[in-house]
């Protein structure tokens, strides 16, 4: 089955991925799902993805997932019939006793024969995979414009306080926040050497992925500054180290979102906030989740070691590691009387509950778009987006009691 119209493989993909994963959103918002709605929309990605993806799909009906995930279906047809006719040709040429230069020739005149036909079926799941990287970046543009407005600051008086108090503390909220990234995505960079093939540049965007902290609407002004400038470094980075046309729509959308913030009054700005956080939790975040897993297959990755390593920081670190390089900030901030001298764990929570997990989401699918990171990244980075909203509460209380504890 081939689907040679451009638009009509992208409706039947926004078909086959929109409404499971939106669906399942909706049940498992309505069946109050532990993780609330931000862990029940990633829960609903994972498994819409598993079932339009290999796991399922795939296996009942293997033609049309290629056809429609894939691409080059047609050109895999023709590449498998040739290549069933050669084993035929070759089988008949020994049975006829001739020499084995002979056998030699007949196989290289074959595989020049099959060159023409591998570039067409590699040219062709190019350029399917760029009609889904399309796909996705439309969805990550609109995930971000949505982003922008649930999490910006409305008001141009908060942006002038967020301004007097870097000028007033001599910027040290900024180095905080790139003390920040730093001490949370090192672990991050360093594990990946361990894995044949990465390089420095994987190793950078493991890092990205994996450490990067989120910045929360309901902290204060040096606080988001800290997390925001560890969020810029990071975006930054991300640009430097590859781009793709999916990171250009998801800065567009983020631009777009801080826009309407901006001319928008705070009366609208609450009606679009509630609409905005009903789409984001239902359709864009699981969506753009099913989306990316359609194409992972579940044995494959779960038998690379790479997939285990960054399991290891998604569950261990990439929740654990930013708290504990928030509360390292933290300190380095209330020196100087810039924040409360208790609380430093209170305040790191609010940095790793306050949106990280969609934020490494975000990252880990713009780089993979890029060529920087796997498969396994994705994966590992849903799974461990999906622990972190599942346990903002445990990591609140637990917080409460070691502030109380370092107080006593």
């Given at each position: 089955m081939?689907?040679d119209s451009?638009?009509?493989?992208?409706?039947l993909?926004?078909?086959?991925?929109?409404?499971p994963?939106?669906l399942?959103?909706l049940?498992?918002r309505k069946?109050?799902?532990?993780g609330?709605p931000?862990g029940?929309?990633?829960a609903?990605?994972?498994a819409?993805?598993?079932l339009?993806?290999?796991?399922?799909?795939?296996r009942?009906?293997?033609?049309?997932?290629?056809a429609?995930?894939?691409?080059?279906?047609a050109?895999s047809r023709?590449?498998?019939?040739?290549?069933?006719?050669?084993?035929?040709d070759r089988?008949?040429?020994?049975a006829s006793g001739v020499?084995?230069d002979?056998v030699?020739?007949l196989?290289q005149?074959h595989?020049?024969?099959?060159?023409?036909l591998?570039?067409?079926?590699?040219d062709?799941?190019?350029?399917h995979?760029q009609?889904?990287?399309?796909?996705?970046?439309?969805i990550a543009?609109i995930?971000?414009?949505?982003?922008?407005?649930l999490?910006?600051p409305a008001?141009s008086?908060?942006?002038?306080?967020?301004?007097?108090e870097?000028?007033?503390?001599?910027?040290?909220p900024?180095?905080a926040g790139?003390g920040?990234l730093l001490?949370?995505?090192?672990p991050?960079v360093?594990l990946p050497?361990?894995?044949?093939?990465?390089?420095?540049?994987g190793?950078l965007?493991w890092?990205?992925?994996?450490?990067?902290?989120?910045?929360a609407a309901?902290?204060?002004a040096?606080?988001l500054?800290?997390?925001?400038?560890?969020a810029v470094v990071?975006l930054?980075?991300?640009?430097l180290?590859?781009?793709s046309?999916?990171?250009?729509?998801?800065?567009?959308?983020t631009?777009?979102?801080?826009?309407?913030?901006?001319?928008?009054?705070h009366r609208h700005l609450?009606?679009?906030r509630?609409?905005?956080?009903?789409?984001l939790?239902?359709?864009?975040?699981?969506?753009?989740?099913?989306?990316?897993?359609?194409?992972?297959?579940?044995?494959t990755?779960s038998?690379?070691p790479?997939?285990?390593i960054?399991?290891?920081i998604?569950?261990?670190?990439s929740s654990d590691?930013?708290?504990l390089?928030g509360a390292?900030?933290?300190?380095?901030?209330?020196r100087?009387?810039?924040e409360?001298?208790?609380?430093?764990?209170l305040?790191s929570a609010q940095i790793v509950?306050?949106?990280?997990?969609?934020?490494?989401?975000i990252?880990?699918?713009?780089?993979?778009?890029?060529?920087l990171?796997g498969?396994?990244?994705v994966?590992?980075?849903?799974i461990?987006?999906?622990l972190i909203e599942?346990?903002?509460?445990?990591?609140?209380?637990?917080a409460?009691?070691?502030d109380q504890?370092?107080d006593?």
């Open positions: 081939a689907f451009a638009a009509m493989s992208v409706l993909v926004l078909a086959l991925v929109l409404p994963s939106t399942l959103a049940i498992l069946a109050h799902a532990p609330g931000a029940a929309a990633i609903a990605g994972i819409a993805a598993l339009i993806g290999p796991g399922v799909l795939g009942t009906h293997p033609e049309f997932h290629r429609v995930f894939v691409g080059g279906a050109e023709q590449l498998d019939e040739l290549l069933a006719r050669q084993r035929a089988a008949a040429l020994q020499t084995e002979a030699v020739e196989e005149a595989v020049r024969e099959r060159e023409p591998i570039r067409a079926r590699d062709a799941r190019r350029h995979r009609r889904l990287d399309l796909v996705l970046g439309a543009g995930h971000a414009a949505l982003a922008g407005l999490v910006l008001t008086a908060h942006w002038r306080r967020v301004a007097r870097l000028v007033r503390q001599g910027g040290r900024l180095l790139i920040l001490v949370a995505a090192v991050a360093v050497a361990f894995v044949g093939g990465v390089g420095w540049k190793s965007a890092g990205l992925v994996f450490g990067v902290p989120g910045a309901v902290m204060r040096t606080a500054a800290a997390s925001g400038m560890a990071a930054s980075l991300a640009l180290l590859g781009w046309l999916a990171m250009t729509m998801t800065g567009a959308g631009f777009l979102g801080f826009m309407v913030v901006l001319g928008v009054s609450r009606a679009l509630r609409a905005a956080r009903g789409i939790f239902t359709i864009t975040l699981p969506s753009m989740l099913a989306l990316a897993g359609a194409t992972i297959e579940p044995q990755i038998s690379a790479a997939f285990w960054a399991m290891f998604a569950v261990f670190w590691g930013r708290w390089a390292i900030a933290h300190r380095f901030l209330k100087n009387g810039s409360p001298a208790r609380a430093s764990w305040w509950n306050g949106g990280s997990g969609s934020m490494q989401i990252l880990a699918l713009l780089l993979h778009g890029a060529g990171v498969h396994e990244v994966a590992a980075a849903a461990g987006a999906w599942l346990t903002v509460g445990v990591r609140t209380r637990l409460r009691l070691l504890r370092a006593s």
